[in-house]
Each structure stands twice: as structure tokens, then as C-alpha cells.
């Protein structure tokens, strides 16, 4: 079968189910081809754009019962919501949350308040070190990597990266779909899908396509 790679894979995404025909090797019996059924084909997350106002809350689910940062998050989660439902079964099952709280900060060794205000599909890969203060504003669907820190006042916009060992130390508003370098100590307001590196950090623009 001559088939590019790419023809290929835009015939996989636009169908559900495709079959290949594929030829037989000499000596594997009397059929001349044999057929390999792909069926239920779907698009990966990652193939897709991620929004900066729709929240992902896939990213947050915990894979396994050992998940320390999305424990760390489900937590959060559920204090902020028996915190909002009140009456007794609220106060109770807030109390539970703090526990479970407490035992995730300590093993994911991070420290994110439970007032904070963290957007939904907030992704922590490596949440050691990791630290929000809880007036911080944080959007939809970001990334933040280890030993990040993020100040009192900041407001940080969807689909924001964050880079291992960045701070950002002043109350400054990072715009939607930015990154920010690791490493990099923000002082200043990053625009809407820039980029900040270095200390001090320095803006650089996304490249605009000519014509």
C-alpha cells in the first residue's frame, strides 16, 4: 500500500472505523491480503486546541488512587464545595477534606491553600515545591511544573504554562495562552500568548505569519 503518513493519518481522523489492506508476506498461505480493522478511532486530547474559558476537568481526574497532585486538587475541590453547600453535612464533610488535605500537601510537598482560586483543569506534573497564594487568580486549563511560586495579587489568565522554577513575585496579570520560561522571575505584565524568560523576565512577542 502506497500511502503517505500524512494522508494516512487524515483518513484515520476522518473516519471512525477504516480498514487497511495489507499485503501478505510470501509463504503465510493462500490469501493475498489480510485486512486490519481500526475501529473506534478517536482524536487524543492532545490533538486538539485547549481553551482558555472551558475548563478540562479530565486533567484533574486522578489516574490512580497514588496521584499525589490530583488528590492534592480533588481535595481542594471537594472542601471549597461542602464549604459553599454549608448545614451540617457540609461542616462534616469539609473537616474530612482538610484531613485529606493536609496528607496530600505533605506528600506532594506543595503548598496550595484550600481558598485558593485555581481555575478547573489545573495540571500539576510535578508539584513539589509548588506555591499559590490564595488571593493568586489562576484560569482555566494551566500547567504549572515544580518549585513554581506565585505571589498574592497575581492573576494568571487560561491555558497558562509555567516552567520549572519560575516566580512570579509581583502582582502582574499573565495573559491567556502564555509561558512562562523556567526559572524566570516576573516583575512585569506578560500579554496574551507571550512568553517571559530570564531574571528579570523578558517579554517576547509570538511571531506573526506575513501575508
Not at 509548588?130 to 482555566?140: F, L, M, R, T
Not at 509581583?170 to 512562562?180: E, F, L, N, Y
Amino acid at each position: 500500500m502506497h500511502t503517505s503518513q500524512s494522508s494516512l493519518q487524515s483518513s484515520l481522523i476522518a473516519s471512525p472505523s477504516l480498514q487497511l489492506d495489507l499485503p501478505v508476506r510470501p509463504g503465510q498461505g493462500h490469501k493475498s491480503s489480510s485486512v486490519v480493522a481500526l475501529t473506534n478511532f478517536r482524536t487524543r486530547p492532545h490533538d486538539l486546541p485547549i481553551s482558555a474559558t472551558e475548563p478540562d476537568w479530565t486533567r484533574e481526574q486522578p489516574r490512580q488512587w497514588w496521584d499525589p497532585s490530583r488528590q492534592l486538587l480533588k481535595s481542594i475541590r471537594q472542601y471549597q464545595r461542602w464549604q459553599s453547600r454549608g448545614g451540617l453535612l457540609g461542616l462534616g464533610l469539609s473537616k474530612l477534606s482538610i484531613i485529606q488535605h493536609r496528607f496530600w500537601s505533605v506528600v506532594a510537598g506543595a503548598d496550595i491553600p484550600l481558598n485558593c482560586q485555581l481555575g478547573g483543569g489545573l495540571l500539576l506534573t510535578h508539584p513539589t515545591g509548588v506555591v499559590i497564594h490564595p488571593s493568586a487568580e489562576i484560569g482555566c486549563n494551566c500547567l504549572f511544573l515544580q518549585q513554581v511560586t506565585i505571589v498574592a495579587g497575581v492573576k494568571i489568565g487560561g491555558h497558562v504554562d509555567v516552567g520549572a522554577g519560575a516566580k512570579i513575585i509581583r502582582p502582574v496579570t499573565i495573559g491567556d495562552h502564555a509561558k512562562i520560561g523556567a526559572n524566570a522571575v516576573v516583575l512585569d505584565d506578560v500579554p496574551a500568548g507571550a512568553t517571559a524568560v530570564g531574571i528579570p523576565a523578558k517579554i517576547i512577542m509570538p511571531r506573526v505569519a506575513n501575508g
